[in-house]
């Protein structure tokens, strides 16, 4: 799902039962990653298919090159608390 923190696009994916977030901008071009799919611990991009890791933000597979921003999560009961990683 898509999130806003603090005025920031924010993918939050669950895989099992571990949450994710990352920044929910492509680096490739300007398309919501929430809206692809969850493969793996890869988010796929649906526009041109390029996977990023859940846990790191990083690309891979092209086309795209650059990692996303990621997130601390921290479950309290069954809640997400997500903070931006100093
Ligand atoms: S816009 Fe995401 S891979 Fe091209």
Known sequence: MRVEIEGEPVCVARVDNEVFAVGDTCSHANVSLAEGEIVGYDIECWLHGSRFDLRT???????????LPTYLVTMVDDMAVIERKK
Do not use: F
């Not at 933000?57 to 990692?67: E, K, L, N, Q």
């Open 57 to 67: 933000g990083i690309p891979d597979t092209p086309p795209a090159v650059v990692s």
